[in-house]
């Protein structure tokens, strides 16, 4: 054996006794770690692709008869566009543009040009688009696969992505995965070219991908250094995974590399809430909770089904969140770095519910696959997504459609409350709100913000996040408004807002539902900085359905040095009349805005959008932020702000 393989087999071994420190907010599980010990895992585990269920290449009787024809014309279709793409690698100026301004250059254009041919390759058989796979592959493996944004790794800070030190994050972890499927399909095709196609595939996926993943500890995805883990962490666990077991021949390396990869996954497991809430909202769920449900959905397979998780409470809370988040049609309760609308992976969702055993979570895939025309361009997601989607696809448009449509829930431990009017219909107010921390992943500084729906359209909102650029995940990130509290529906504190980190957070958190009323209350001082002189803060939300939804704030200061401002976002036209009273009129209709005029001030910002993803999210160019100035200058009171809908025929001014 090699120096360097004995290495590399080492490393791993080490992480079967090393002392892991867990943060102090996670909750340590082993959920993977106690299904087998590593000597077993060494008998169960099914080596040289023997687990793939899949057709081969060469059964064209199976691609025929498992696929659906309409699904086939797509993906014939899209690989005739790709027939005609120019390779194009990514130069050193795109890579340099992030460092030096935080524009995002480097993209994924290549290997989604690879996938539509192979795709179409794969369920035509007749070998015309063989040619332009074999550019993709050979150009894949003459390029770097970094992503410009997260050269972080490397311990080289120029900008440029360094040949010796192969690096791991998630496009590389994408196309490892990616360049490795290809090979498994096409590889006697290959061969009958040339031999060194298939070597140079198998030399780039191992010195890209599966060595720097056993090499390494320290990437804070993997969690063995105590760190905070999020979607990174299953999403590339995944692509080694499969990487691992189409690519590696030897059984001991592959046993310890699965071991390593179980190991880490737990970690991402530790981190999660027993709520099964995911803090990065629901863009995020399909790679993070989603991509949990691949990891282990392989993991079953490659093990014969002796690791295998699915009865486990948290792994069905964390597949019923996404739809316990589900506002009506493709809204969704967007705290943290997620989009208002979102598109969850119809497959995921699927085959989530087949495993957890939740027929609504099989009918909310046909939904939302229907609701997002999903299916209109062809199966969606990277390499072996979009193969059980192919596969699945059958089933999910054949399936009765639902929307569950939670009447109310409480994420007790992520401390995320979501009501409406009525349970199984989207009809009149939704509400959701929050308390938590400003640290949680893709953190916002909105501890106890809330949102407002009507009819499944907004009326409050979280504005969301634009554009990503260098600026977005570094320490300017709470220079860009979408971050700030004061764009958030929340007050500003003695002129001071929310401030980032873990201790800035919620307590005394309250939930309370009956027939007639859904309340959350949480005391939100301590996510303001001591310049704030706040000695308590308690934001309180009460749906009464069928009626209003209420906003009341309590409060003590130590100190009065400047008016305290209640801020309100929204999406709606803003109107208010010389009597002060304020209407708002949007797609969900028309609402009017309550409160003691005597206590409060009430005045408009327009805040203009430029960004193109929060134009889109919004269909609109600009929000408006209400701002309601409290007059008083006592260090304690109570303000209310009740909204309701509006008469259609009265005017401001009646």
């Not at 993070?288 to 690791?307: M, R, W």
Request: glycine share 6%.
């Amino acid at each position: 054996m090699s120096k360097i393989k004995s290495l590399l087999l080492a490393s791993s071994v080490c992480i079967a006794t090393v002392c892991i420190n867990f943060p102090a907010h996670a909750t340590e599980r082993h959920l993977l770690e106690q299904t087998v010990s590593y000597e077993e895992l060494g008998n169960v585990l099914r080596y040289r692709q023997s687990w793939v269920d899949y057709p081969a290449y060469t059964d064209r009787k199976s691609w025929k008869e498992k696929t659906a024809p309409e699904m086939r014309e797509l993906i014939i279709r899209n690989g005739e566009r790709a027939l005609k793409h120019e390779w194009k690698p990514d130069l050193a100026s795109d890579y340099l543009a992030f460092k030096r301004t935080g524009e995002i250059r480097t993209g994924r254009a290549n290997h989604k040009a690879l996938q539509a041919l192979t795709l179409a390759e794969l369920v035509e058989g007749q070998g015309r688009f063989m040619d332009a796979i074999i550019d993709g592959v050979w150009f894949l493996c003459e390029t770097s696969w970094i992503h410009s944004a997260h050269l972080g790794f490397q311990k080289d800070r120029s900008g440029l992505p360094d040949r010796n030190e192969p690096t791991i994050e998630l496009v590389v972890a994408d196309i490892g995965a990616q360049m490795a499927w290809t090979y498994y399909f096409l590889k006697d095709e290959f061969d009958k070219v040339s031999p060194l196609i298939n070597e140079r595939i198998i030399e780039e996926v191992n010195r890209n991908l599966i060595n720097p993943y056993f090499a390494r500890d320290d990437y804070w995805w993997m969690g063995f250094g105590g760190q905070q883990v999020n979607n990174w962490n299953p999403w590339i666990n995944y692509n080694v995974l499969q990487a691992l077991m189409l690519i590696e021949k030897d059984p001991e390396r592959v046993r310890q590399g699965v071991w390593k990869l179980m190991k880490s996954t737990d970690f991402f497991f530790s981190m999660y809430h027993e709520d099964g809430a995911c803090d990065e909202g629901p863009t995020y769920w399909s790679g993070a909770s989603g991509y949990a449900l691949k990891f282990l959905d392989l993991l079953a397979k490659a093990t014969g089904n002796k690791v295998n998780i699915f009865n486990a409470p948290l792994l069905r809370n964390m597949a019923q969140y996404i739809y316990r988040v589900h506002i009506g049609g493709n809204y969704f309760v967007n705290f943290a770095d997620s989009a208002p609308k979102v598109s969850p992976s119809p497959g995921i969702l699927y085959r989530y519910g087949e495993l957890t055993g939740d027929p609504a979570m099989m009918k909310f895939a046909s939904f939302m696959a229907q609701q997002n025309q999903s299916f209109k361009d062809g199966v969606n997601g990277y390499f072996a997504s979009a193969l059980d989607e192919l596969f699945m696809y059958k089933d999910i448009i054949g399936h009765p459609q639902g929307e569950p449509l939670t009447g109310t829930y409480w994420f007790k431990d992520t401390q995320i409350c979501v009501a409406r009017d009525t349970e199984g219909k989207s009809d009149g107010f939704f509400f959701a709100a929050k308390g938590g921390n400003n640290q949680e992943s893709h953190n916002h500084n909105d501890v106890g913000s809330c949102i407002l729906y009507y009819n499944a359209l907004p009326v409050l909102i979280d504005a969301g996040v634009g554009t990503y650029t260098r600026q977005t995940f570094g320490p300017e990130r709470y220079t860009i408004w979408t971050m700030q509290s004061d764009y958030h529906n929340l007050p500003l504190i003695n002129g001071t807002p929310q401030k980032n980190g873990r201790e800035f957070a919620a307590h005394s958190q309250q939930y309370k539902a009956t027939a007639k009323t859904v309340s959350y209350q949480v005391d939100i001082a301590r996510a303001y900085p001591q310049e704030a002189n706040v000695k308590s803060w308690i934001r309180n939300y009460t749906l009464h359905r069928k009626k209003d939804f209420t906003i009341t704030d309590k409060w003590k200061l130590s100190a009065c040095n400047e008016p305290s401002v209640l801020n309100l976002m929204t999406c709606c036209e803003v109107e208010i009349d010389r009597n002060k009273n304020i209407i708002l009129t949007g797609e969900a209709g028309r609402f009017k805005v309550e409160y003691d005029k005597k206590l409060l001030s009430p005045a408009t910002d327009t805040v203009e959008l430029t960004d193109p993803k929060l134009i889109h999210s919004w269909n609109r160019k600009k929000l408006t932020r209400i701002r309601f100035t409290i007059v008083s200058q006592q260090i304690s009171g109570e303000s209310k702000l009740v909204i309701r809908k509006a008469q259609y025929h009265k005017t401001l001014n009646d």
